[in-house]
Structures are given as structure tokens and as C-alpha cells.
């Protein structure tokens, strides 16, 4: 083909980034992808308000238009929402055309479906932009470590919770104050829940870690914790002990089942994961024959996320001049269980306010013993006001047997308060 021909589903973030990537490499296409790329139009909910740096000609509010016109080869999703996007991409697919999307919401609850109907049709989806904006990872899964027995991912994988607890650990803010900044800074959305609740950050993590286990995992799968209860007295103290605090998402393959979660957790201040700040993401995958490997770089934004995007033009326009779309599908063939949070094990750091009086540390321990939490540190912080201060580190233990110590202390009056409880690595 001389001319492959593109239509772009929003001109938001994204949108507008991919349309410059296409303008900025046009005269590069032709040697990489053996012909020309061209944007033949775009869709937006109004095309009548102007866009800085578009060509407003391509404007269009009537996705049939794209869908009818038959010299478009590849639509790219960049719109966002579930509903709408999955409609969309459906009928395309349905008429023969290639998709490349950035939806992660979209790809963590009805990638399977996509997947599929895309094979049925011949036609490439492809999703680089969906996890960790501008980061290799699904194409490295899928393909150069596809020689491996993926046993974990873990990852920081959302930049706006990043941005803040850097800005708490670095600059002792309070998490509403370095919130507020991110949303200044245009990091954080204008409702930022699905941020800072770990949604986000838990639709990644079920999107690879079907593709590193070959087994569907979805969003309603993963356990979910935001970092809306960390203080700048927990950082404080991650610090005192020479740590962290990341939001991670974390999937692992054991012999149970698959373990697949997003939870804020101590680090060791030497994990490479630990200095990952800001906005960037990053993502450590360790596989049987591949070892540990880790991939770094900015996680969102305009120009980022559009090479992931551009990236997945590319390729499916190299297919379309070789004839070979649809290669690479769905690689989930197996049909691994997915472990109850329960199951899962961890060590827990948690800060408890106590009465100052002999005994109390006593019944404290006495409470962990007897629901089989075993105990790796105990640090008195502070007394004041006869209230004391513990901060408990404990073994690695079963997730339901900490909940059952929590349950007692909650009845307990000398207990005033469970102030904290994070994972530790
Ligand atoms: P955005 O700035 O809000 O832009 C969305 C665009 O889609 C707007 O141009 C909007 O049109 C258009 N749109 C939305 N619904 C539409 C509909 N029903 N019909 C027609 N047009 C519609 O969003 P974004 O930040 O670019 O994100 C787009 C996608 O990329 C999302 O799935 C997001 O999760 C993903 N993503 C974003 C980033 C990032 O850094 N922003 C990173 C990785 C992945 P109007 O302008 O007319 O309203
Ligand atoms: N809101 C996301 C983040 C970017 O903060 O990482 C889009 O994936």
C-alpha cells in the first residue's frame, strides 16, 4: 500500500499528541512502515470548538463517518469511558479495521471480548499506551520474554500517586496538600479517585498480569488499596527505617494461584523501585529464565503516552504491508485461579495508640501470638498524655489471621487507636 490511513476516536491528551507524533515522523514512514500515514479524521464530542495544534479540517462528531469510509485502515481509541469505546471499537473491528488504544478501563474489563472478535476478523488491537503510558511492557511480555515462566510483577504504575508520596517523602507535605499540587500541575485528574484509590494502578496490573501468566485476570480480580490513609508520620517513620513508601501493584503466580493486588507498601531504600519518583513508573518483572528486569519511564501525559501509541501504529501498518495482521491475539490459554486476598501473606507495619500502663505491650503480643502473627519488631515512639505509641512490624503472616488480630484489638479499650497499617516488602 502507498498510503495507510488513520482515524483518531478524541483529541484530548492523547489525541493530540499521537496527531503531532504523525505529522513529526511523516517523512520517516515511508522508509519505517514502507508507505505514507496519514490522519484521514478525528473524533470529538464537538467539532466545532477549535484544537491548538490540529489540523480542525479532520474534525468530525459523527463516528459512522469513520466507521463507512473504507480507505481507513486503523482507528486509534484515545476517547476514554468503557461504554462508548467498546462500541466503537466493536463495529470497527466488525468492519476490518485495526485498533490501537490507550483504554486501560476498557482493556481490564472487556479486553478478552476485543481480543477475540479481532481475531475472528483477521484485525490487529493493540494496547501498549494502557500501562504505564510510555513504557514498553505489553509487547515485551508478549514477545520477547515469551520464552520465560513469569513468576512476578510488581510496579509502581501510576504517576499521580507517585508525584505525592514523593512530595511527602522528599518535602514532608500532608497527602491534601500534595494532592492539590498534582492537580495544579495537571497530573491528577479533576476527580482523582480512581488515582489515589489504586483503581487505576489495579486495571494495569490485571492487564499484565494476563499477558505474563497467560491466564484472564480483570479488574474486579484485584485487591485495591489507595494511599488516602498515608501521613507524613508514616513516611516519617519508613524513613527511620530506612524505607519507602510506593503504591504497588503487585501480581504473583504461585502454586495457590495467582496473588494480585495494588496496596501503598514499605520499601527498602535501596530497592530499585525506591527511586522511581515523581511522575515516572516502573515496573520489575521476574521471569525463570530472564531473571529480574526492570522498565522505567514517564508514565502518562501528551507526548509520552503517544509514542506508546505511535509505536502500535507502526507495527500494525508493517502488518498491513506484509499481510500478517492479527499475529499476535489473546495469549491467555490457561485458566489459573485467582487467590482470596485472605490467602495472600505479607508483613505488616502497624502503628497503634495504646495506654501507657504496664501490661499493655504484653496483651499487645499476647493478641498477635495467639492468632499466629508472628512479631519481627517492636519500637515504643512516643508517650504522651498516657498514650503510648507502638509501632509493630510483624513476620510475614496470612492476611486473614492479621485481620483476626485487628478484629480483637478494635475490642480492646486499651487500644485508642489503629492509626496505620501498610505491607512491607
Ligand atoms: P481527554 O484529554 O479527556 O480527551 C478525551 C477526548 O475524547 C476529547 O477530545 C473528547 O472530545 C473525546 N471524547 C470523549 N468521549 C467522546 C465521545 N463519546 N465521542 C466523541 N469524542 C469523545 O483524555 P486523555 O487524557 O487524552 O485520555 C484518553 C485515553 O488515554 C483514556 O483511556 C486514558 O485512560 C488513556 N491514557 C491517558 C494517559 C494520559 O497521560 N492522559 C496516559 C495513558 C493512557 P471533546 O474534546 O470534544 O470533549
Ligand atoms: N492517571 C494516570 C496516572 C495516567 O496518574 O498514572 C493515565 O494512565
Known sequence: MDKIKVAILGAGTVGTGVYKLIERQKTEMPHKIGAELEVAKILVRNKNVARDGIDNSLLTDDFDEILNDDSIDIVVEVMGGIDVANDYIKRAIEK??????ANKDLMASNGSELMDLAGKNGCDILFEA????????????K???AGNYISE?????NGTTNFILTKMTNEGMEFEDALKMAQELGYAEADP??????????????IMASIAFNTRVTFDDVYTEGITKITAKDIKYAKEMDSVIKLLGVAKNTKDGIEVKVHPMLIPSNHPLATVNDSFNAVFVHGDAVDDAMFMGRGAGELPT????MGDIIDIARNINY?????IGCTCYKNIPIKNIDDCESKYFMRLQVEDRPGTLASVASVLGNTDVGIDRVIQKTKKNNTAELVVITD???????????AIFKGMAMIKEISSIIRVY
Open 143 to 145: 514477545q520477547c520474554l
Open 193 to 206: 479517585t480512581s488515582d489515589i484509590e489504586g483503581y487505576d494502578a489495579g486495571r494495569k496490573i490485571a
Open 130 to 141: 494502557a500501562v504505564a503510558g510510555a513504557i514498553p511492557i505489553i509487547r515485551p511480555l
Open 323 to 327: 499481510g500478517c495482521n492479527g499475529r
Open 96 to 101: 476490518g479495521k485495526h485498533i490501537v488504544t
Open 396 to 406: 510475614s503472616v496470612l492476611e486473614k489471621n492479621f485481620k483476626d488480630a485487628l
Open 153 to 157: 510483577i510488581m510496579g509502581i504504575v
Open 306 to 309: 503517544a509514542s506508546a501509541v
